[in-house]
């Protein structure tokens, strides 16, 4: 497992290192053609003028390369977009942006349906299941464990040995949960959900009172193959079944206003963030403007 780790943080900061090796071949020529370069003939001018053109040379520089990140960005996130439009396409899902990511609702088999992507790259799978209480189950790690210590949870133990020892379980209803991983089916799917296939990878599972969330980050984007989210989704379905057959928790638990909000819908979310880039970058536009203003009146004054 430690060896996969390693292997993995080795490949994303080979990744990053290509990013800034790429970044700085773009970044360099045009600070050295609209910036440094004007700059130099400036100073080798007596024309007092000759900075404004500096000024308005920086502005033009600024502009390209405000637009060749939003044009690498642009390209990176419609691959994205593709494969997984392609991966939800077996559920009849047609997705709509949000944040940094995509969001797609419906029905399977008579739930409600909610699948947010997200960079990471992060999946979030919302079923729509009345439980009435929490669960979490997540794969087994020293660093999960020390946060669910933290945060004041305790590990319960279900009986079976392979399960304990693979996942990390905290449960409001520590019997109720040992009479769901009980139930036929249930304990294959969780670990065969839950395992990750890389060492680097984190996947949890979350009953939750109104829905099953299940969660995978940092995985490898190419994964999700159209026919994976079908066998998903058939494992969370075969979940609600067996929870809707075991007897009410002992404690009736409520979703959080903030739970519903995330399941159901995150398009404000999307346009919070759109006003606040289109804030920016008005004020980056008045910016670059202002300056140049000062340096006009301030070789007018000269």
Not at 87 to 100: T, V
Not at 154 to 160: C, K, L, R, V
Not at 213 to 237: D, I, K, N, Y
Request: glycine residues 8%; charged residues 15%; proline residues 4%.
């Amino acid at each position: 497992m430690s060896h996969r780790i390693a292997k993995n943080w080795l490949r994303d900061a080979g990744r990053g290192c290509l990013v800034q090796v790429l970044a700085g071949l773009i970044v360099i020529p045009i600070l050295g053609l609209f910036l440094f370069y004007p700059l130099y003939l400036a100073n080798q001018s007596h024309d007092p003028r000759a900075f404004l053109w500096v000024g308005i040379s920086a502005a033009i520089g600024i502009g390209l390369l405000i637009g060749s990140a939003l044009a690498i960005g642009l390209f990176i996130r419609r691959r994205q977009v593709r494969l997984i439009d392609a991966a939800m396409e077996p559920l009849g899902l047609s997705g709509q942006n949000y944040l940094r990511g995509r969001q797609y609702h419906g029905n399977w088999s008579g739930r409600s349906l909610d699948i947010y992507y997200s960079r990471g790259p992060s999946l979030e799978i919302y079923v729509s299941a009345p439980t009435a209480t929490r669960v979490s189950f997540r794969n087994a790690s020293r660093t999960g464990s020390r946060i669910a210590s933290w945060m004041g949870q305790e590990q319960i133990s279900t009986g079976d040995q392979l399960l304990d020892s693979a996942l990390l379980i905290h449960a409001a209803d520590a019997e109720w949960t040992r009479q769901l991983v009980a139930q036929p089916g249930i304990a294959t799917f969780l670990m065969d959900s839950l395992q990750p296939i890389d060492g680097y990878e984190l996947r949890n599972l979350q009953i939750q009172p109104d829905a099953l969330r299940l969660h995978w980050r940092r995985f490898t984007l190419q994964r999700l193959q159209p026919a994976t989210m079908p066998v998903l989704l058939e494992g969370l379905l075969r979940l609600a079944t067996a929870i809707a057959r075991l007897p009410a928790p002992g404690q009736q638990l409520q979703s959080t206003a903030s739970e519903l909000w995330l399941q159901r819908d995150r398009s404000r979310l999307h346009r919070i963030q759109t006003r606040i880039l289109a804030g920016l970058s008005a004020l980056l536009i008045l910016l670059v403007i202002a300056i140049l203003l000062l340096i006009h009146l301030a070789f007018q004054a000269s």
